[in-house]
């Protein structure tokens, strides 16, 4: 990776886990490798009501292998995939130079994310691709989810993203990316109303769209 390059690690909300830990893992290792200017940006909020965000604990972790502190930047406030990409971008947009977002998740989640970074960064020149992780052998024990379970509602997902005539960029992701951009300006400003009109009728918890096989631990994969 030549100059210009922002390596993308996304959070997963079972922080202690050995998938949590390969996603570090494989971010700090294509930071090392990266031979111009590299940014590490690690991303989520506090979606287990830990006191911390996945975001710092990542830094926390990614300090101790050995990345100076100062080349890594945290996207703390997402709470689902979609929020992630939306406010790396930001990130990105406010960085000079940056050529190229590499994204790192584990392979279950590695089509869906790819997806969705793609799009929102579709009207920028910066090229967005994926080099995930593996999975790991602990995925069942750790999350109570099977490695199948997680790849099954992952394809639901993805199914549910990709529009009837089978493009990559699906009509419900379009409004979804456009759903929580505007939820985001309306709580920046305290815009309740705006809020409100946005999740009417229960569109504002991709649980209902995106069929999470029932299980919330999905919900912020």
């Known amino acids: 990776m030549d100059g210009g390059c922002v390596v993308v690690v996304l959070g997963f909300c079972f922080r202690e886990s ?4 390969k996603r570090i893992e ?11 200017e590299c940014w590490l940006v690690m991303t989520g909020g506090d979606t287990g009501n830990f006191g911390i965000t996945e975001a710092a604990h990542m830094k926390a972790i990614s300090v101790e292998l050995g990345v100076p502190k100062e080349r890594i930047l945290l996207e703390d406030q997402a709470r689902y995939t979609i929020e992630n990409a939306i406010f790396v971008r930001r990130i990105v947009e406010g960085l ?10 584990n392979e279950f989640h590695a089509k869906r994310s790819d997806l969705i970074f793609r799009s929102v ?3 920028t020149p910066v090229a967005v691709s994926s080099d995930p992780c593996p999975n790991g052998d602990k ?7 099977s490695v199948a379970d997680w790849v099954s ?3 639901k997902q993805l199914e549910l993203l990709r529009s009837e005539n089978g493009s ?18 309306a709580a920046k400003t305290n815009n309740v109303g705006a809020l409100k009109s946005i999740w009417t009728g229960g ?15 999905l919900h912020y994969a």
């Open 203 to 217: 569109k504002g918890n991709d649980n209902d769209d995106l069929g999470r096989g029932g299980s919330t631990a």
């Open 96 to 105: 000079v130079g940056v050529k190229e977002v590499k994204i790192v998740t």
């Open 168 to 185: 990559d960029v699906g009509n419900l992701l379009v409004r979804r990316i456009k759903a929580h951009s505007s939820a985001t300006l």
């Open 153 to 155: 509602a992952e394809s």
């Open 121 to 123: 960064f579709l009207s």
């Open 18 to 21: 050995e998938a949590s830990m």
């Open 26 to 36: 494989k971010g700090v290792s294509l930071f090392n490798e990266c031979s111009g």
């Open 139 to 145: 995925l069942a024990l750790e999350t109570g989810q």
